[in-house]
């Protein structure tokens, strides 16, 4: 336990003597857990810094990278580690580094990534007004539309009604509120929605099965933290039973979902990244505030479609 203080303590020492010693800015990048999809983000906020001058290898920037792996005591502990080191500014990804980098820090400005917008994650203040430090790129829930309502479109089980299924997290706030978004979006449109709760990803394996033991023409993988981590496993599941993957997540496409549209993860973190460069030049985070994504795209997987005889709209991209 000593050991272990005196190591923490003397990283600290090491990172804040730094700090005091080089003009070279600091970055704290928080990620909740490992994903090859959520890495996409990761991977284009650096590559924006990088465009920009901040660069690892040229030492123009000292990154400090931590994951949680999934842990929300370690992630804030991560958080205060950087608030300790006294970093220039945190990158998060996705929502819960977001919330907790900003239920644990008030000044030190957070560029998220892969987060929805503040009043989604119930972040805002009493005035409904965004964390003062909150920056970088958010999503709402009217993407869900398209992708939710692409299903009937495509998928046409003869003369029964549609039955959808899914599965969502009910600790979060995210996945709680496109359950409710996707519920009237169901009711609307008349398509039966099956769904059932998990609270981590040891769940999703059991839970899956139930939920495809009830029938469904189709699973729907909506926004969150547990699916992303877990999706081989529900791939795994939905491919033994024949029952295509729709998802509102352009990254879950290459993994295995039959077609999505949402988010390019990589202009995700690459947007923010741009305002985190932004701030790097100029010091002062004056004109900069939360911005909604801006690339958004259709994509489908042509080996999935091939297996189910699935034709998609021209729209569509074939991702490779």
Excluded at 93 to 102: E, K, N, Q, R
Excluded at 290 to 308: F, G, L, S
Aim: charged share 20%.
């Amino acid at each position: 336990m000593k050991k272990g203080f005196f190591i923490f303590s003397l990283s600290v020492f090491m990172v804040c003597c730094a700090r005091k010693d080089s003009t070279v800015p600091v970055l704290g990048f928080a990620d909740a857990f490992q994903d090859v999809t959520i890495e996409q983000a990761k991977n284009g906020f650096l590559d924006a810094l990088k465009e920009q001058g901040f660069d690892e290898e040229k030492g123009t920037l000292k990154l400090l990278y931590r994951n949680a792996q999934g842990n929300i005591p370690t992630l804030t502990q991560i958080i205060n580690y950087f608030v300790a080191s006294k970093v220039t500014l945190i990158a998060s990804c996705p929502t819960l580094s977001t919330i907790t980098a900003v239920q644990n820090n008030k000044d030190i400005p957070i560029f998220m990534m892969v987060s929805p917008i503040p009043s989604l994650m119930k972040v805002n203040d009493a005035q409904d007004q965004a964390p003062r430090n909150l920056f970088g790129v958010g999503e709402n829930l009217d993407y869900i539309d398209t992708s939710f309502l692409l299903i009937p479109t495509v998928i046409k089980p003869g003369s029964e009604p549609l039955t959808v299924g899914m599965i969502y997290n009910q600790a979060e706030p995210q996945s709680v509120d496109a359950l409710e978004h996707i519920k009237k979006l169901a009711a609307d449109h008349k398509v039966n929605l099956i769904y059932q709760s998990i609270h981590s990803s040891a769940d999703v394996q059991l839970v899956s099965a139930s939920l495809l033991s009830k029938n469904i023409d189709v699973f729907f993988a909506n926004p969150d933290n547990i699916v992303f981590e877990s999706f081989e496993t529900i791939v795994e599941a939905c491919n033994q039973k024949n029952i295509p993957i729709f998802t509102s997540e352009a990254g879950l496409v290459q993994r295995g979902a039959l077609a999505a549209y949402g988010a390019d993860l990589h202009q995700w973190g690459y947007q923010s990244g741009l305002q985190a460069a932004q701030y790097l030049k100029t010091k002062s985070t004056e004109g900069l505030h939360w911005e909604m994504v801006k690339v958004r795209k259709n994509v489908y997987n042509p080996a999935v479609a091939a297996k189910y005889g699935i034709e998609l709209p021209s729209n569509f991209q074939a991702l490779q």
